[in-house]
Structures are given as structure tokens and as C-alpha cells.
């Protein structure tokens, strides 16, 4: 049923695309602009198309995650329910090789959406969707991941709506016990809460950019991976450590916004993580953290630090002349675990955690928007917009450890 939709779409494509590009020909020609009546039948051409581009996108997305679930030989629930956190689909290649890849295949669609095959220039006003999944995938289990956004191996699909909930556990007490006959059974202590949370938007422009930089392949395509693709990414790092909620406040000149009621809760304000404080040294510290969480029986996955922690690691030595201590970590200090430098953490603060306790709600993934009306017609440039839907939730938040490494760590 899929591709008989997704053909009838491509083909309604195409006949509108040829339609409007009929009508800017026309107007070329005859060296005007558009007439009102063929502004609207343009609007009516590019609204249509914009809006098959992205059921299009739907279909290949829901296609590619049959295929792995099949692959996979596991079925996951993607209805309705806004609680789909039975499982998740832990593939893909990373991050950063992800980025390259949508931002190459995002330059490809933007330039024949530009231009004709004989080089002429093609439709020139309206937005172009492009949705590109560079946030959709987490890094395949056993490859080193490089980012927070690695570390994020569930990812959840929110079929529609804009609110979720999920159950979070706010206490653990295992009682099983040894009984005897007839006797009473020693009653274990699992308490969960049921949180709601909301989807928030995360987007940005790029500046008015020529459209004869196009033809510059290799340097619009890093362009595309790094400012806007990272930049984003960036930005959704930021959240899972300081996003404060709808009880934020205001401060224009950080990551978050300017409007903090509008990002989504981070660990820095969610209760019931664990705490280390800072003993003696930040070898010290850091190991008494995994003690804590095999105390309670949870299995970090990574740690997560700023640069200039991970740095300062580096450099630690034994005596002033003697060996870096970490130059190869210790399986009873560090490893054999990843480290993941961020800028998105606070300095002096590392987090170490099982990250399988932390959920990336996608209700839409990141879509690139290309506009080239108005004003940046007339100045031949265009302008890109990309913007994705996130949530965030933290299933148990005893599986994440704040630990001070400096003793002067802000709370």
C-alpha cells in the first residue's frame, strides 16, 4: 500500500512541479512577474509539492524502520499510544558520519531543486522541505560514540500529538528473600511516577547565502554539516544537561533561548539523580561515582565531560615528573567505558550513567526548509532554516551520577 501511495505522490509531483514551472516560464518570456492570479496557482503548485515532499519522507522513514525491525527480527509498537517505550532500534553509524551524509544527499535535492538540468535557473519562490533524519539513528552498539547524542540509543517515534508521558522510577528496594513454607513473602519497593512531557521546537537560520555558492560543492556541503546540521545538534546536547523546563528562566545569551519555557528538561534539573561529591582527587571521585551506581546494580554506559576536564585528565600526573596517570585508562578508574567530550556539560562536572535510562522523543525529525522568495529573490540568494521536535525523558534518574571533580562545582 506504501509504494502505490508513495508512486501517486511522486507523480503529483512531478505534474505540479512542470505546472508551475510552465507558469515561470511563461512570465520569463514575456519579461514580468507573476500575475495575481498565477501568484496563487504558484502558492496553490508549491504548497502541494512541499506537502507531498514531506508524506514522501514519512513513507521512506517508515519503510527504512521496517526493514531494520525485520532485520532485526523484532517488532516494536509504533501506534498511537503515547507511550511507546516498549524498545528501540539500536543502529546506525554515529553522528558525525550521519551528517556528512544527509548534508551531502540535502545538497543534492536543494541544487536540482534550483536549478534545470541545462543549467538554467528553475522555480523561485517558496519554501522547499526537505526532511533529512541526521538526528533519527543512534550509533550502532559496540562503535565508539563521539557525541552525547551517540550515547541516546533510544529513540522514540511520537506518532502525533505534542504531549507524552512515561513512568519514572523514583524508588528501588529489592526484598527477595529465602521464605519458608507458608510464611509471608518480603514485599520489594518499585515506585514509578507518571510524567508527563512536551515536544519543544529547536531550529535556526542561516544568513542570507548567494545562490552561486551551489556550484562550490564541497564547501556548501560542509556548510550544511557543520553549522546547521551540528549546530542543532549542538543545541539539543545543551538541553539534555541544562534545558531547565518550563520553570526556567530567561537568559538570551545561552544555548537554551530566550524563552527557558520553552526548553525541554535536562539532568541539571532533574531530581533524583545521584550525586559525588569531590574526595581528595578527581581519580578518587571519580571512582567512588561507578561505586555507587554498582552499589545499586546499574552498568554505565559512558561518561560525559567537558573538554577542558577531559584535558586536565590527560595531564594528571604521578609526582611532577612522573607518568600521565591516564594516558591509558584503568578498568577501575575510567574504563573501559567511552568518554564523550562536550562543551554541553558544565566545566568541573562530569556525568556518568547507564544512558539506556534516557529517551530522545522525535516527533519530527530535523527538515531542512530552502527559501528563496521575496527579498532574497531579488538579491539572487536564498535562506535555510532547519528545525526538528524533541522531548526528553529520563526513566530513572538513580542511573546518572553528577560527579564534582573540582570541590567548586556549581549546583
Known amino acids: 500500500m506504501s509504494n502505490n501511495r508513495a508512486a501517486a505522490l511522486r507523480e503529483r509531483l512531478e505534474t505540479n512541479g512542470k505546472a508551475a514551472t510552465a507558469i515561470a516560464d511563461r512570465a520569463d518570456r514575456e519579461g514580468r512577474g507573476f500575475t495575481a492570479a498565477e501568484a496563487g496557482q504558484v502558492e496553490k ?48 553509524t554515529g553522528f558525525r558520519g550521519r551528517a556528512g551524509a544527509w548534508a551531502k544527499a540535502t545538497l543534492d535535492q536543494v541544487r536540482a531543486t534550483i536549478e ?16 533529512s533524519p541526521i538526528l533519527a539513528e543512534p550509533v550502532a552498539e559496540g562503535s565508539p560514540p563521539t557525541t552525547v547524542l ?41 515506585t514509578v511516577q507518571d510524567i508527563e512531557g512536551r515536544v519543544r521546537v529547536l531550529a535556526h537560520l542561516s544568513e542570507p547565502v548567494p545562490i552561486r555558492l551551489f556550484d562550490d560543492y564541497a564547501g556548501l556541503s560542509d556548510f550544511l554539516e557543520s553549522e546547521m546540521g551540528r549546530g542543532l545538534a549542538r543545541a539539543l546536547e545543551y538541553h539534555v544537561f541544562e534545558g531547565q523546563g518550563e520553570t526556567g528562566s530567561d537568559d538570551p545569551d545561552t544555548p ?16 533524583g539523580t545521584l550525586v559525588q561529591q569531590y574526595t581528595d582527587d578527581t581519580i578518587r571521585t571519580m571512582r567512588k561515582a561507578r561505586t555507587q551506581l554498582a552499589i545499586r546494580g546499574d552498568v554505565p554506559t559512558g561518561w560525559v565531560m567537558h573538554p ?6 590527560d595531564l594528571v600526573r604521578e609526582g611532577p615528573d612522573g607518568a600521565f596517570l591516564l594516558a591509558t585508562p584503568p578498568d577501575n578508574v575510567l574504563g573501559p567505558l567511552p568518554v564523550v567530550q562536550s562543551v554541553a556539560a558544565r566545566p ?64
Open 150 to 190: 551517540d550515547l541516546l540509543l533510544n529513540r522514540i517515534p511520537l506518532a502525533g500529538g505534542n504531549t507524552y508521558s512515561y513512568l519514572r522510577q523514583i524508588e528501588r528496594q529489592d526484598r527477595a528473600a529465602a521464605v519458608p513454607d507458608a510464611a509471608p513473602k518480603p514485599v520489594s519497593r518499585y
Open 45 to 92: 503548485y508549491l504548497g502541494q509539492m512541499k506537502s507531498d515532499r514531506a508524506a514522501l519522507a514519512r513513507i521512506d522513514t517508515d519503510n527504512a524502520v521496517k526493514a531494520e525491525i525485520h532485520a532485526l527480527g523484532a517488532g516494536i509498537g509504533l501506534g498511537d499510544d503515547p507511550r511507546p517505550f516498549g524498545g528501540a532500534v539500536k543502529t546506525g
Open 256 to 271: 537554551l533561548g530566550a524563552d527557558h519555557a520553552e526548553s525541554l528538561t535536562g539532568l541539571e534539573y532533574t531530581s
Open 308 to 313: 577542558e576536564d577531559v584535558e586536565n585528565n
Open 116 to 131: 534545470r538540468p541545462d543549467g538554467t535557473k528553475a522555480l523561485v519562490s517558496g519554501s522547499i522541505g526537505i526532511t
Open 348 to 411: 568541573g562536572v562530569a556525568w556518568l550513567a547507564d544512558w539506556t535510562a534516557a529517551l530522545l522523543v522525535v516527533r519530527q525529525e530535523a527538515t531542512l526548509d530552502v527559501d528563496r522568495s521575496g527579498e532574497l529573490f531579488r538579491s539572487n540568494q536564498l535562506q535555510l532554516r532547519l528545525e526538528g521536535r524533541y522531548g526528553l525523558a529520563f526513566t530513572r534518574p538513580s542511573a546518572f551520577v553528577r560527579v564534582d571533580l573540582t570541590g567548586t562545582a556549581g549546583d
